[in-house]
T-cell receptor
């Protein structure tokens, strides 16, 4: 029940395309859903986050879509750029700072 | 301001040796976390310190692993009698208790190689 399932494991997108990464959870008590971005040799960094009282949050080219009834949330990267090539982790937490991370998606954007 | 720092950045050791990994969190952050990231894998939670509360050690994989946090600041992760399967990047993160964002700030990690 504490797991966060993430897919796909890897994703290849052409420059200008839309990248979509999906996550699913079981624990309905989760109330915070962030996405982290990790470049090679670096620690993950917060990209964007959402709470379950809204269904969508957009920051620039990055959008989180949240479906509370389906217990799913996804990251959409519009107009994907080679600089977006990184590993993306979804996560969830409840009432504490302890985050449960997904297994990660390696995104490669080709020119 | 300074972010989370970790040392050493790389550590190569022989099987059976003990190692200590250090984390300096962001000043004022009361929460500190350790994660392990094996090659191409996700983030495996190890241990969580929050203020003066007892640490959450539920993620430690064996009794060879231990961690302490002195004075509510610097933390050391110790791995005793290292095994080859301990080879991974060990990441430390800190966050501000009660912050609305719950954002964890990660250090660059320590890459541990056990020969």
């Amino acid at each position: 029940q504490q797991q966060v399932k993430q897919s796909p494991q890897s994703l290849i997108v052409q420059k200008g395309g839309i990248s979509i990464i999906n996550c699913a959870y079981e624990n309905t008590a989760f109330d915070y859903f962030p996405w982290y971005q990790q470049f090679p040799g670096k620690g993950p960094a917060l990209l964007i986050a959402i709470r379950p009282d809204v269904s969508e949050k957009k920051e620039g080219r990055f959008t989180i879509s949240f479906n509370k009834s389906a217990k799913q949330f996804s990251l959409h990267i519009m107009d994907s750029q080679p600089g977006d090539s990184a590993t993306y982790f979804c996560a969830a937490s409840w009432n504490t700072d302890k985050l449960i991370f997904g297994t990660g998606t390696r995104l490669q954007v080709f020119p | 301001g300074a972010g989370v720092s970790q040392s050493p950045s790389n550590k190569v050791t022989e099987k059976g040796k003990d190692v200590e990994l250090r984390c300096d969190p962001i000043s004022g952050h009361t929460a500190l976390y350790w994660y392990r990231q094996s090659l191409g894998q996700g983030l495996e939670f190890l241990i969580y310190f929050q203020g003066n509360s007892a640490p959450d050690k539920s993620g430690l994989p064996s009794d060879r692993f231990s961690a302490e946090r002195t004075g509510g600041s610097v933390s050391t992760l110790t791995i005793q009698r290292t095994q080859q399967e301990d080879s991974a990047v060990y990441l430390c993160a800190s966050s501000e208790q009660g912050a609305i964002s719950n954002e964890q700030f990660f250090g660059p990690g320590t890459r541990l190689t056990v020969l």
